[in-house]
């Protein structure tokens, strides 16, 4: 949990802080946020130290916008240059840092294919929002189930396909850490529609032993905190362990 970032959530209104020290990464995120999660489990995943700041998106503090004109996170920031945009991070992360392994699969065929299933596992992704968020009427949870159930085919079909447990083979790779913050959603509100899938089961259980998944999770309770509240219309940022002493933490690999 700590590795997602433990300073409270800066607001409109609060100072920027001052700029990283040299060669010094720092993400600009939101520590609920599954986007920031993505280049998280990645950065972990490379053994990477760095600094952390975390806004509160419903009141977004005003210079987040220079840092992203989109005012979304994950900003990555480094030397005074940001790029923002969770799969963008996440593979520069990957391709700038040798850390302990590649996480992008070698073989130019195979990551096409783990491209063509993540824009399948997309269909998951929003059909689980339009089961937990928004669908109130038994067609549009209908429709929603049955995206949630394409996807989850698409995913059933290439693990088999490989004989491996993980999208990127042995072990977890860039493609099960882009897929894996809204299957950890999926199982708090829908664990019941994970459980009518035996491979997708098996493929939640062996990514929870997974080192950077067990850094950057939150404990159920404290996540359930926050999606009530997120339901709500008025999300609270600061639930769990918070850190009032300054607005910029660092995040160690070493540290679960």
């Given at each position: 949990m700590a590795y997602m970032g433990t300073g409270r959530h800066l607001v409109t209104g609060d100072?920027?802080?001052?700029?990283?020290?040299?060669?010094?990464?720092r993400v600009y995120g939101m520590k609920f946020c599954p986007f920031v999660q993505r280049l998280k489990l990645v950065m972990h995943a490379k053994d990477i130290d760095h600094e952390n700041i975390n806004c509160n998106l419903k009141r977004k503090p005003e210079w987040l916008f220079e840092k992203n004109p989109r005012g979304k996170v994950p900003v990555l920031e480094l030397n005074g240059r940001t790029i923002y945009e969770s799969d963008i991070t996440s593979r520069y992360i990957?391709?700038?840092?040798?850390?302990?392994?590649?996480?992008?699969?070698?073989?130019?065929?195979?990551?096409?294919?783990?491209?063509m299933l993540l824009g399948d596992l997309d269909k998951s992704i929003s059909g689980f929002y339009g089961v937990a968020l928004a669908a109130t009427d038994d067609e549009k949870r209908k429709e929603a189930f049955d995206k949630i159930n394409s996807g989850y085919a698409s995913l059933e079909k290439h693990l088999e396909k490989?004989?491996?447990?993980?999208?990127?083979?042995?072990?977890?790779?860039?493609?099960?850490?882009?897929?894996?913050?809204f299957l950890e959603r999926m199982h708090m509100l829908l664990m019941y529609q994970i459980q009518q899938h035996a491979v997708i089961m098996k493929y939640y259980h062996d990514m929870l032993e997974d080192p950077a998944v067990i850094a950057c999770r939150h404990p159920d309770d404290v996540h359930q905190?926050?999606?009530?509240?997120?339901?709500?219309?008025d999300p609270v940022h600061d639930i769990g362990d918070?850190?009032?002493?300054?607005?910029?933490t660092m995040c160690r690999s070493s540290k679960l």
């Open positions: 100072p920027e802080p001052p700029r990283p020290a040299e060669d010094v990464l990957d391709e700038v840092y040798p850390g302990n392994r590649k996480l992008s699969t070698a073989d130019p065929w195979r990551r096409a294919e783990e491209h490989y004989g491996q447990p993980f999208i990127g083979g042995k072990k977890p790779g860039i493609s099960d850490y882009m897929f894996w913050p905190q926050f999606i009530a509240t997120y339901r709500s219309g918070v850190d009032d002493t300054s607005p910029v």
